[in-house]
């Protein structure tokens, strides 16, 4: 009867077993199982690294071809636009409906977007055909960083940050040499259609290896109103940061209802959050001092990278005379320098007690090349490479720095909204970044007819005038010092937690924030 009684006991019990075992699944998670997921998410995040910089030395010549200057920023604010409202949205989803799925949906839209880019006839179905583009693209680096964070500690991330590094440098160099190339020899459309078989090979990574990687479902609620209104106030505010000083006057009409229609619908938004059951913005979640104030370190740090990506190759064909292919080659460093300091914060946050001091000493050397730009914006093209460069690695300490400190600083059930919340803001203020920069350059350039029919026409038609192109992208590099600066203000700020390790990652439960200092 006894043994009779353990078996009905073990039975009775067996219908239990499943959930605790597949709680613990990740805890079965070898290193090679780890690194097998980590590998097939490095096509993800060179697709995603090299969407940012393959597109900006093609800018000029696609703005010659459809005989628009002025609304050229828009190919990337209209990426930024949707890449910003959805990035929150996928990491509910992703909790929802499991990591994998939604990566291959993720996938899908931003093949199909590079494909209506790609056949875009002219500047306005360019700029649906990116906006498209930007709701896959708003989840590739974000639902990245979910799944590493499902299987990876915070102290150990650093060990796989050579991993990424490889994807950073190939797409840091790839896509600045590719787009010039495209540009120049082929045609721009070249430039999307790239995209198309990454996409694909992609999906199919994403298929195969992830598999095995553990899920966390949770039930959210959509908040598809919050984010609506949230691209109603945003768009406004941007069409007055581009129009404002070039199709019109900065306190003409137009603009100040633009701007007032933007602070209309921004107190919408936030009277919004505050009633709604579960919000696009979790109130809760910024109010974590880490997650804050990490967010806006790395907003400011993105912000500034995804601006002076943009501008840069324009720089360099007015002021130093470079050809799309060799403006590609010189945005290089800036790109693909971030990855040293990448690396070199992730080796920071495995061995130091005080990992922060890595970000913050390159902040501010990278502050400083910046503000020497600002002050010498006619330097000689070595020169303004090594002051780049400079800069490219003090960026690129941020980026695992404020990454890993904010899933570190949430329970593990929260690290996809946080994670989600965090690429906002950074989308929100690259789109900002690149608005500002770009009513800048139309400003100091100037509302002519002649400036949509080629870099050479314009610079010989704005010589003629006596612009000194080098003092009108002085105040692009002071803009993008500005940014910096804040950057290395939040980060200071930014409270610098104890990471939990070494362990599997979904063994530990992080204790409540005021426990945790």
């Known amino acids: 009867m006894s043994p009779s009684a353990a078996a009905a006991k073990q039975k009775r019990q067996s219908p239990a077993d499943p959930p605790p075992a597949k709680s613990k699944e990740p805890r079965r998670l070898s290193h090679a199982d780890v690194r097998t997921i980590f590998l097939g998410l490095m096509l993800t995040i060179f697709l995603g690294a090299i969407n940012q910089t393959i597109v900006a030395t093609a800018l000029p010549t696609i703005g010659r071809d459809f005989g628009d200057f002025e609304n ?21 989803l992703s909790d929802i409906y499991g990591r994998r799925a939604v990566m291959l949906a993720v996938l899908g839209a931003f093949v199909l977007g590079s494909a209506a880019c790609a056949l875009a006839p002219n500047m306005l179905l360019l700029i649906i055909g990116r906006a498209l583009q930007g709701i896959g693209g708003g989840g590739l680096l974000p639902l990245a960083q979910i799944i590493v964070a499902d299987v990876i500690t915070p102290r150990e991330r650093g060990r796989y940050q050579a991993y990424a590094s490889v994807a950073w440098v190939a797409a840091g160099i790839a896509g600045p040499l590719l787009g010039g190339l495209f540009a120049e020899h082929l045609h721009w459309a070249w430039i999307f ?6 996409g694909l090979g992609a999906a199919l990574m994403t298929y195969t290896t992830l ?13 598809l109103v919050g984010a609506a209104l949230l691209m109603a106030a945003a768009i406004p505010l941007l069409l007055a940061l581009t129009w404002g000083g070039a199709r019109y006057p900065w306190f003409s009409p137009p603009i100040l209802i633009l701007i007032g229609s933007s602070c209309v619908l921004s107190a919408a938004f936030a009277w919004h959050l505050t009633r709604a059951p579960e919000p696009f913005l979790p109130l809760p979640i910024l109010a974590n001092q880490v997650v804050r104030w990490g967010t806006a370190a790395s907003s400011c740090a993105v912000g500034t990278s995804i601006g002076l990506t943009i501008f840069l190759p324009l720089y360099y064909e007015l002021v130093h005379k470079l050809s799309a292919t060799d403006s590609g080659l010189a945005l ?20 130091m007690r005080h990992y922060k001091s890595v970000g913050i000493v390159g902040l501010a050397c990278g502050s400083v090349a910046l503000i020497a730009l600002a002050c010498w914006p006619d330097l000689p093209l070595a020169a303004v490479i090594v002051l780049t460069s400079i800069a490219g690695v003090g960026i690129g300490t941020i980026y695992p720095l404020t990454t890993v400190s904010v899933q570190n600083a949430v329970p593990m059930h929260q690290v996809g909204t946080a994670t989600g919340t965090m690429n906002f803001f950074r989308a929100l203020n690259s789109a900002l970044a690149v608005a500002v920069m770009g009513a800048i350059v139309l400003a100091g350039l100037g509302a002519v007819p002649e400036r949509g029919t080629g870099t050479s026409n314009l610079a010989s038609t704005l010589a003629a005038r006596g612009l000194d192109f080098a003092l009108v992208f002085r105040w692009v590099f002071a803009a993008a010092a500005v940014l910096l600066v804040l950057g290395l203000i939040c980060l200071i700020i930014m409270e610098e937690r104890p990471l939990r390790g070494p362990a599997t990652a979904a063994n530990v439960t992080p204790p409540a924030p005021p426990s945790a200092v």
């Open 332 to 351: 290089i460093p800036i790109v693909a320098m971030s990855t040293p300091g990448s690396l070199l914060s992730g080796r920071a946050m495995m061995y």
């Open 211 to 223: 598999r095995r990687l553990p899920r966390h479902e949770r039930p959210h609620k959509l908040d």
């Open 193 to 198: 259609w790239i995209n198309v078989p990454l």
């Open 72 to 92: 050229l920023s828009w190919i990337v604010t209209a990426y930024l636009l949707t890449s910003t409202a959805v990035a929150p949205l996928f990491g509910k």
